[in-house]
């Protein structure tokens, strides 16, 4: 076997430019004959040819042609208007380029992208959206239909274009496969902001017009294609570097598991174009949309299948031809159609019966007659109509094969060889030849195999060969199957490492209140867990919540989807997996941020957050609330020394997780972790959270000590996010940048909260008509904002039950405003003594209330969306209210009227009293209120005590004034 090592290059897309000596020219597939712009393009069709085609570059597998210009039409290299009636066009992936710009181009087509990739790293794709002003990464079309995109990378696709994406997304975490140090760019063409300037030049590198311009995943710079080369190849993590939980700090062995799962991305109910059970990397059907339409004079519709596997799903590209097309013609168009620029002499199309088209055999057919394709048995010019043909593209037997093996981590100088395998290679024979040639001795040989590694876009699949098997009769069995699949199928020489696997499930919705004994009763009942294979690790009673430990990736996976179909009691039981964080490699200066996120906060801004926040941290860190709440968050950051927090969404959205970190603290190995807000909502919104446990309980908060139990969550009715206010983050989210958001919550200054417990002792049932059935067991609540008895709660829960009535209009903060002003003129002529109904002790010393209807306990000087209920007169008799002195302020309100003029800054509320204890007893049921959460309470009593420790919130600092004419880097 005759064998030469090739000084390859690391990935373009992956990190770094090519290297020089790198096989970066596709192929010469010769220039006779016309072909499609693109896959699923006609033959002949696209713009207008000029005459014979001249021999273009053929660098990074691009070919080009030069076309007739028949409208306005820009460069994909330098964004800029190509003037004059020519151009040249990529017939694989329809790169457009100047004549000038050709030389200069730097983008590999996506038929060269997969052989230049570094590390394999397959999607996250979610579920389809419409994205205005995008391009695909493939076809570089506008996504003018709903597409699809990445949820960790910046890669917008159509559907049908998902097959064909190379598998080079951003690297997150060691999985025991790819365990890569070193950290270099990782680039994204295209679909950058309108602002974007280029880091070497400064001139804008961005274009809404065409799919152009480079972006860093991790750091976010911005250049240009041809300025990218003067960068240097390592990156920092740019301006996040502090609050990005880096890759090489994060393990998770995901075998078994899909990105989908390992993200914890919820996951879309309707199948995607090519996802079958079985398949590996679900190939999308190129005739949709496009097979319905009838095909110009002349020409005929022809399906084109890749393999057995397309067959037998029926997943096809379409392409039309014209009825002299001669069958090489049709060939190189079909090769195209599936981004193979390998030599057309290689291949041969065999008819395919109509009847086989569903999964039947192939008819072989005249392989390379040279006659068309009506003297080859074609339904002739008369058959518009009729069904189009079909045809299965063959690879020719071969004797010999040049096969590309790489490294896997091997550090060597060169990004793989190439050996030449014959009918009796095989993969011992492979490894024995490869690794003097790497450098290696063989006497050591023993300790490699080699691995198949199938780079899907979907998923990265890795096969183990065994010691035997012929190397040749493998490429073609794989050539048999799909000859894309053959594209994007490497092999490794691996040095051969024990992984033992190491699983952590996070198992949430069970009983709350429960010993470690009889939560493994209860899963083994559940879901039949194997004692020698699962262990439970953590244990949260309080919460109904288990950590297991899985050391078997088959068991893992049985018992992940399991559990996500079985309920316990009549509950669903939530099921997540957990990366590891390896904290003794965290640099010194690290501070990384744990990211929560209510996506249904802000009509549905928060979903839109949740994408952004996992694109510019590591996904690892960023968490979705209504997919196992705060807990497994706390949990996965329980040994990082130091960290911070940031909540996205309302104000009881924060009590929730300040409540979960109040649980967590005596585990945490960080004792004080900051939390910053982005509040979220339209201003009472409701927003159902499901969360782990017994019951449904509407009038109980989230944020109460039963964490465990399942509950519904429903924000302040008026235009709330108190907190966000008094700590400068606002009143809302409306749109800002995301990284803006996060290099704000870096320089954030730490300041100290009060968190307040609320005894909830109901004695006896009331007769009230609001009133509860029966008495209620004591229940304890935590209060971060204020807690409101009388008028205020009422309107609270009137504006909740109008939002319960008719969900789908309350989604904005407009008409929420007007829904609140409505429900209060209706109380302004009513008129109830509170003073008569409750009694008001503070530090055990009874206090006389004047004539009021609503008794208000502030913590923060921000009530009702920003007013300040206490005032800013100075009192003798009372201290400065702050959020940290560990007072309560009480403040009485008479009316609605008196309400109105608070909010409008014309009137201050009644002072009353200060102090830390406060006993207050119902002498009837009378509506309550904490943070925004209303109900009725039963006659009773309710104390209200400091907790401690205090809580060590981010306050937003002050933004200096930036002078004019200094630029501001955008960034998505």
Request: some cysteine; proline content about 7%; aromatic content about 6%.
């Amino acid at each position: 076997m005759a064998a030469a090592a090739e000084p390859g290059a690391r990935a373009w897309l992956g990190g770094g430019s090519p290297r020089g000596g790198s096989p970066t020219s596709s192929p010469d597939l010769g220039s006779r004959g016309r072909a499609t712009p693109g896959p699923g393009s006609g033959l002949g069709s696209g713009p207008e040819q000029t005459g014979a085609r001249p021999s273009g570059p053929a660098a990074l597998g691009h070919n080009f042609r030069k076309v007739m210009l028949t409208k306005p039409t820009f460069c994909h290299l330098c964004s800029d208007f190509i003037w004059g009636l020519a151009g040249f066009l990529c017939d694989v992936c329809n790169f457009m380029s100047h004549e000038k710009c050709l030389k200069h181009v730097k983008t590999p087509c996506p038929s060269m992208a997969p052989s230049l990739v570094r590390v394999p790293v397959a999607h996250c794709f979610g579920s389809r959206g419409l994205y205005k002003r995008k391009f695909c990464s493939v076809c570089r079309k506008c996504l003018e239909a709903p597409a699809l995109r990445c949820e960790v990378c910046e890669l917008h696709v159509h559907p049908d274009c998902v097959p064909f994406a190379c598998s080079d997304c951003r690297q997150c975490q060691r999985d025991g496969h790819r365990d890569h140090d070193a950290r270099q760019h990782h680039w994204r063409e295209g679909n950058l902001p309108a602002g974007a300037r280029c880091e070497v030049c400064r001139r804008p590198c961005g274009s809404m017009d065409v799919l152009a311009g480079l972006r860093c995943q991790r750091c976010g710079v911005q250049a240009h294609a041809v300025c990218a080369a003067a960068l240097a190849p390592e990156c920092t993590f740019g301006r996040l570097r502090s609050v990005v939980l880096p890759p090489a700090c994060v393990r998770l062995l995901s075998r078994n598991f899909s990105k989908m799962h390992c993200f914890r991305v919820s996951e879309s109910t309707a199948p995607e174009p090519g996802e079958g059970d079985d398949a590996v990397d679900g190939s999308a059907s190129g005739g949709l949309g496009r097979e319905e339409l009838a095909p110009e004079s002349g020409k005929q519709t022809l399906k084109v299948f890749d393999g057995n596997d397309a067959v037998q799903r029926n997943h096809f590209q379409v392409i039309t031809a014209t009825r002299l097309a001669r069958r090489e013609e049709v060939l190189e168009a079909a090769l195209r159609a599936y981004y193979i620029t390998e030599d057309p002499r290689n291949f041969e199309l065999q008819a395919l019966p109509t009847t086989g088209q569903a999964g039947g055999r192939e008819a072989p057919g005249k392989a390379g007659s040279g006659g068309t394709l009506e003297e080859d048995g074609g339904r002739g010019p008369g058959s518009r109509e009729a069904a189009p043909e079909a045809w299965v593209i063959r690879a020719l037997p071969r004797t010999q094969e040049v096969l590309k093996v790489y490294p896997a981590w091997l550090k060597v100088a060169v990004a793989y060889v190439s050996i030449r395998v014959t009918p009796q290679s095989t993969a011992r024979a492979v490894v024995l030849e490869v690794l003097p040639l790497l450098g290696r001795q063989v006497e050591g040989a023993e300790s490699f195999q080699l691995v198949e590694v199938l780079m899907g876009s979907r998923h990265v699949q890795r096969t183990v060969l065994e010691d035997g098997e012929l190397l040749l009769h493998r490429l073609r069995e794989i050539r048999q199957t799909s000859l894309r699949q053959m594209s994007q199928t490497r092999f490794y020489v691996a040095e051969h490492r024990a992984v033992v696997p190491h699983v952590s499930l996070f198992v949430g919705g069970l009983p709350p209140g429960l010993s470690h004994q009889e939560y493994g009763s209860l899963l083994d009942e559940a879901v039949a867990t194997k004692a020698g294979l699962v262990t439970l690790s953590h244990v949260y009673s309080s919460q109904g919540a288990v950590v297991l430990d899985v050391t078997c990736f088959a068991e893992a996976e049985r018992l992940y989807m399991l559990v996500r179909d079985t309920a316990v009691h009549g509950r669903p039981l939530t099921a997540l997996v957990l990366p590891e964080v390896l904290h003794t490699r965290l640099p010194p200066d690290c501070r990384p941020l744990l990211v929560f996120v209510n996506p249904k906060s802000g009509g549905l801004k928060g979903r839109d957050l949740l994408c952004s926040f996992r694109k510019l941290l590591n996904p690892h860190q960023v968490f979705e609330l209504t997919n196992g709440g705060p807990l497994p968050g706390f949990h996965v950051f329980s040994q990082v020394p130091c960290f911070r927090v940031l909540v996205c969404g309302g104000d009881g959205t924060v009590g929730w997780v300040l409540a979960a970190l109040e649980e967590m603290r005596p585990r945490l190995a960080c004792p004080e972790p900051s939390v910053a807000i982005l509040p979220l909502g339209t201003g009472g919104v409701s927003r159902q959270v499901r969360g782990w446990g017994l019951g449904v309980y509407p009038c109980l908060p989230v944020f109460g000590r039963s964490l465990g139990q399942r509950v519904s969550l429903h924000l302040a009715p008026a235009p709330g996010n108190d907190l966000g206010r008094v700590l400068r983050w606002g009143a809302g989210y409306s749109g800002e940048d995301p990284l803006s958001v996060l290099v704000s919550v870096d320089e954030a200054d730490a300041v100290l909260m009060d968190r307040w417990t609320i005894l909830l002792d109901a004695h006896e049932a009331g007769g009230a008509e609001n009133s509860v059935a029966d008495a209620e067991p004591p229940r304890i609540v935590q209060m971060s904002n204020y807690c409101g008895i009388g008028i205020d709660a009422e309107l609270s829960l009137d504006f909740h039950q109008a939002r319960e009535e008719e969900p789908g209009k309350f989604t904005s903060r407009f008409h929420n405003k007007g829904v609140y002003v409505r429900v209060g003129l209706q109380k302004i002529s009513q008129s109830r003594s509170l003073h008569k109904e409750i009694r008001l002790q503070v530090e055990q010393h009874e206090v006389a209330l004047p004539s009021i209807q609503g008794l208000i306990f502030i913590n923060i000087p921000s009530w009702g969306s920003g007013a300040d209920l206490w005032g800013s007169d100075s009192d003798s008799r009372f201290e400065k209210p702050r959020m940290d002195d560990g007072l309560l302020e009480v403040v009485g309100v008479t009316g609605v009227m008196h309400m109105g003029q608070v909010q409008s800054g014309l009137r201050a509320g009644i002072r009353i009293a200060q102090g830390s204890y406060f006993r207050v007893t119902l002498l009837k049921a009378t509506p309550v209120q904490v943070d925004g959460e209303p109900w009725v309470q039963a006659p009773g009593h309710i104390i209200i005590s400091a907790v401690g420790p205090k809580v060590h919130m981010l306050r937003k600092a002050k933004q200096k004034p930036r002078k004019a004419g200094t630029p501001k880097d955008a960034y998505p």
